[in-house]
T-cell receptor, first 111, second 116 residues
Framework: GENVEQHPSTLSVQEGDSAVIKCTYS??????FPWYKQELGKRPQLIID?????GEKKDQRIAVTLNKTAKHFSLHITETQPEDSAVYFC??????????FGAGTTVTVRA | NAGVTQTPKFRILKIGQSMTLQCTQD?????MYWYRQDPGMGLKLIYY???????DKGEVPNGYNVSRSTTEDFPLRLELAAPSQTSVYFC???????????????FGPGTRLLVL
């Protein structure tokens, strides 16, 4: 089955700086890569996703890049704000209807 | 739309007891999922369903059962609860594949289960 590895496990950034989280996947058949944000005690919520037919996608301060050859994808958050503090999960999925999730990255934005 | 709803929010079980976690979605989604999330960990897939009457095992199905008699409901049954089943359980749903790509999974608020 698919195996998704996520790094780093924790990330502390100064407010206004950028944050980058990286994930690798093992199954070359995976074609869908979502990123979820989970605040403490809350449900995971989708913040951005990317399909294998594009290399980059941006939505305001967040962007995701995908390198299919190397089987890795990354989340970039620019101009970080205190409300960006949360746990972020990457995931990978294909035609089998399922997602495999990374272990998560705890992001702390220091004021 | 209420989206994905789950009951109960929190439950304490004794070892060996059984219970059913309820999940309902009102978005007419075909696919539904059950995940467990252990402290500081990612989400592990327990069971999933691609439509009424169709269910399949995920990564960690042992100790659980599911059924899908309607499009809206996807209950998760725990038989003979064990301390290892202490976790937060999330239900999720999504539309069917579009152009061979998965659609967004929407999560319920979760059920926190403690087995003592």
């Amino acid at each position: 089955g698919e195996n998704v590895e996520q790094h780093p496990s924790t990330l502390s950034v100064q407010e206004g700086d950028s944050a980058v989280i990286k994930c690798t996947y093992s199954d070359s058949a995976s074609n869908y890569f979502p990123w979820y944000k989970q605040e403490l005690g809350k449900r995971p919520q989708l913040i951005i996703d990317i399909r294998s037919n594009v290399g980059e996608k941006k939505d305001q301060r967040i962007a995701v890049t995908l390198n299919k050859t190397a089987k890795h994808f990354s989340l970039h958050i620019t101009e970080t704000q205190p409300e960006d503090s949360a746990v972020y999960f990457c995931a990978a999925g294909g035609h089998d209807y399922k997602l495999s999730f990374g272990a998560g990255t705890t992001v702390t934005v220091r004021a | 739309n209420a989206g994905v709803t789950q009951t109960p929010k929190f439950r304490i079980l004794k070892i060996g007891q059984s219970m059913t976690l309820q999940c309902t979605q009102d978005m007419n989604h075909n696919y539904m999922y059950w995940y467990r999330q252990d402290p500081g960990m990612g989400l592990k897939l327990i069971y999933y369903s691609v439509g009424a009457g169709i269910t399949d095992k995920g990564e960690v199905p042992n100790g659980y059962n599911v059924s899908r008699s309607t499009t809206e409901d996807f209950p998760l049954r725990l038989e003979l609860a064990a301390p290892s089943q202490t976790s937060v359980y999330f239900c999720a749903s999504s539309k069917r594949l579009r152009d061979k790509y998965q659609e967004t999974q929407y999560f319920g608020p979760g059920t926190r289960l403690l087995v003592l």
